[in-house]
């Protein structure tokens, strides 16, 4: 059974001291929930991978309550500097080189020589590294493949009796995983784009690059983990992309005037809303997915929403969604 811990401070505390004796807590941050776990204690990371049902050992990113800390355990380049000026606390992570005193488990990091470090801006989040005052390693609080959570009830559908506890903070606010960023080599590389935009990055430190960075190494190439992973954030139902029409046996994700004829449909955002629509992203890809099993719909048919702004991470995951499973 899974302890449901309000928001508050008896609730942090609570999971504070779950976290520091090696229990794994689920908790809301601006972007999605995320599965937390002592970064520093092997074991409780390894309890990570297992809960998840993650085939491999990919590698998890650190969160910290400022940049500070985060310095501690990864070498603050001047860029890392610069970009955590600009947007720590907040949804961008940034891939640096591990320091030789960091206590940060071999696991969480892989076994590699980077690490993910991030400042979530999450106010509970926040509180609750404060308590822990120790790097909390944590991926998004789903089994893995599946869609991200953004409310505690997803976290629950597929965590519920497999980790310690859940902090509920409600939905989160930007919907989409932070933007991952890759600093350790001669140019910025932009491994996943997320809640920060590559135009706001651009703005601060010039041209980044997207794609696979050529100094990742082997194993995390090779395994394509999660933020790299083809066919990821996959629902039950097939997924296709660009709907310019629609049918009865078909569900619905719109993005501005739906389309008429869907079997079902969820509205990302009525308006055209790119970052409305970035918020409601995984809970309509799960809403759709209940209610297509429900009315044995065929497939989700998604909207084209454009490629700018959050549209970037809006699209990767959709393609995510819509790739060809296993
Ligand atoms: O918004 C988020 O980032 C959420 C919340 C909970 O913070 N976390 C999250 O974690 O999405 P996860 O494990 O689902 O995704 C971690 C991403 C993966 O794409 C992984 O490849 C990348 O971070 N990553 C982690 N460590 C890395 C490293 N040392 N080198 C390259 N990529 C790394
Ligand atoms: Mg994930």
Redo the contacts with the bound molecule.
Sequence with gaps: MTLRLAADTDGIAHAAALLRQGSLVA?G????????ADATNGQAVAAVFTAKGRPHF????C?YPDAEAAFADVVDLPAARTLAAAFWPG?L?L?LP?RAGSQVALL???G?D???V?V?SHPV?QALLRATARPVA?????RSGQV?PTTAAHVLDGLDGRIAAIVDSGPCP?G?????L?L?GPRPFL??P??VTREAIEAVIGPVQVGI?PQ??EP?RG???????VSHYAPALPVSLAASSVDRNEALLAFGPPLPGAGAVYQLSATANLSEAAANLFAGLRALDAEGARLGLSRIAAMPVPATGLGLAINDRLQRAAAPRG
Aim: proline share 9%.
């Design positions: 908790f941050t601006e972007t999605v929930y995320g599965l937390g990919n590698p998890l990113i969160h949804p992570t891939v591990r969480a990091g892989a590699l980077t690490l993910a991030r979530p989040a944590a991926p998004s609080a789903n991200s930007v989409v995983e932070s933007t991952v890759d350790t491994l996943r997320g809640g960075a990742i190494a995390v395994l394509r983990s999660p933020g790299l992973l």
